[in-house]
């Protein structure tokens, strides 16, 4: 984890900040965003259908699944000293890019963009790219928006 002080954010602007650990996306995790969110489609839920009418013959996790795990794979990247609370402001742009079968296992990759003082606190742009183990194509790329207070 690389930590910097409050001040020092503009510093790592156009610099990767850090590559999270490897998580496997399983079928009880794919089960559980889909109750949450009310997206029972079946190229997330039916294996026996996906065996037989998906590309790889398994269910696929929900590109907002996906998404969703930025907060968590990013949250062990960089640690800001002298900060009080950060938020997620949203995103400028989120692509989903390649499927992300049962049983893969994904990795956030950071890149800060920018790093500047807005509403009291750091506004902090990051690219967020999520990979996929022994794929060339990501599943995700986002560009992130979050802002930290001291």
């Known amino acids: 984890m690389k930590t910097v002080r409050f001040e020092d954010l503009p ?3 156009g610099q990767e900040v850090g590559v999270s650990d490897w998580v496997t996306i399983d079928q009880d995790r794919i089960a559980k965003f889909a109750d949450a969110t ?3 489609q079946w190229i997330h839920l039916d294996a026996e259908r996906a065996k037989k009418e998906m590309p790889g013959g398994k269910t ?3 590109g907002y699944l996906t998404l969703s795990l930025i907060p968590w794979l990013t949250g062990s990247l960089l640690r800001i000293e002298g900060i009080s609370r950060g938020i997620n402001y949203g ?3 989120v692509r989903f890019t390649n499927m992300v079968p049962v049983g893969s296992r994904v990795r ?3 890149k800060m963009l920018s790093a500047e ?3 009291g606190g750091m506004q902090l742009i990051s690219e967020v790219t999520i990979e996929i183990e022994g794929e060339s ?6 560009e992130t928006i ?3 207070f001291k």
Do not use: Q, T
Request: proline share 4%; charged share 20%.
């Open 117 to 119: 003082a807005r509403g």
């Open 137 to 142: 194509r990501p599943a995700c790329i986002a």
């Open 38 to 40: 009310g997206d029972h």
């Open 60 to 62: 696929i996790a929900h």
């Open 146 to 148: 979050g802002i930290v």
């Open 91 to 93: 995103s400028n742009k």
């Open 108 to 110: 956030a990759r950071s």
């Open 11 to 13: 510093s790592l602007a």
